[in-house]
């Protein structure tokens, strides 16, 4: 049995094309919705969701293609867009009964939810962003043998068939080395959660690879389009991450202004899974961030 956020209940609900997510509620007040990064599942908001439910209405889905959630297969490109992606969580929110709410993304949530705050302006009140670059500046800041720490972004862009054969054969392996490289404290994913990540990850592999490969394509094509006519965040904005900048060589908080005009820029001493490392900074900046 899947492992799950205690006292949060649980339900299925349809995103776009009746693609249906696994999505788990919890808590009472103005609501809040959290998305999860790679190779992880809504699981790894188990301690910011609790906290933050003393408060709020929190919801925690599993994107299409991970975790509980469909794994529709990619027939086109906008299959697994982060546009398609940001509408089903608009949806799951509305047949929650929220038409406006916050929304925070870590990863490739953190993208979702930065499409969603694009196209979906009206009803994304405040956006926080967990350790990533937008798309389209994560593929012009990654360059020489820096790009090394994103090798994966660059396999999974290949054309279907080859990622996906390699990835299967040592899937466990595979992901296992995101989870171990990219954590400072390796004990804030304890051996039960991995084990949860790496079935969930090892189970969704051509839907994980298939995300990965329109971050590459459709994604980049649309955050040009939106950054050509000037488009910007109208709500509030929190981005807390890791300091890549100083390793890539690029101003982080430069980047995210050009997109948030209303930007809290916050760098942190805890690794890429944050929400599990250092929860109670991470609840903190939400906090703060709902209160402007």
């Known amino acids: 049995m899947a492992l799950e956020i205690p006292d949060f209940e649980y339900t299925r609900l349809p995103g776009t094309n009746d693609v ?10 103005s609501p809040v919705v959290l998305l999860h990064g790679f190779p992880e599942t809504h699981l ?27 794994k529709p297969q990619a027939t086109d490109e906008d299959v697994y867009s982060k546009r398609t992606m940001a509408a089903d969580i ?63 972004l660059f396999l999974m862009a290949q054309p279907a068939g080859l990622p996906e054969t390699m990835i ?31 079935r969930a990850s090892s189970g969704a592999v051509d839907s994980i690879v298939a995300d990965y490969r329109a971050s590459a394509g459709i994604d980049v094509a649309q955050d040009q389009a939106d950054f050509d006519a000037g ?30 005009p209303d930007l809290d820029h916050r760098l942190t001493q805890a690794g890429h899974f944050m929400a599990e490392e250092a929860p109670d900074e991470v609840a903190a900046a939400i906090r703060d961030l709902l209160a402007r």
């Open 168 to 198: 299967s054969n040592s899937a466990d392996a595979f992901f296992g080395s995101f989870l171990d490289a990219w954590a400072k404290d390796p004990a804030a994913i304890p051996d039960d959660v991995r084990a949860e990540y790496l």
């Open 231 to 260: 488009s910007q965040f109208a709500m509030p904005v929190t981005v807390m991450q890791q300091d890549w900048g100083s390793q890539l060589g690029y101003d982080a908080s430069q980047v995210w202004r050009a997109w948030a």
């Open 90 to 152: 608009v949806s799951v929110a509305a047949q929650l009964g929220h038409e406006q709410f916050a929304l925070v993304g870590h990863d490739r949530g953190a993208l979702v939810a930065f499409r969603a705050g694009l196209d979906h302006p009206e009803n994304i009140t405040h956006l926080g962003i967990l350790d990533v670059v937008p798309t389209l500046d994560m593929w012009n800041v990654l360059r020489g043998r820096s790009a090394a720490v994103g090798y994966h």
């Open 20 to 29: 249906q997510l696994n999505v788990a509620v919890g808590g009472s007040g």
């Open 44 to 70: 790894m908001w188990r301690h910011v969701a609790r906290k933050l439910a003393t408060g709020h209405t929190v919801i925690v889905p599993d994107l299409r293609g991970y975790g509980a959630s469909d």
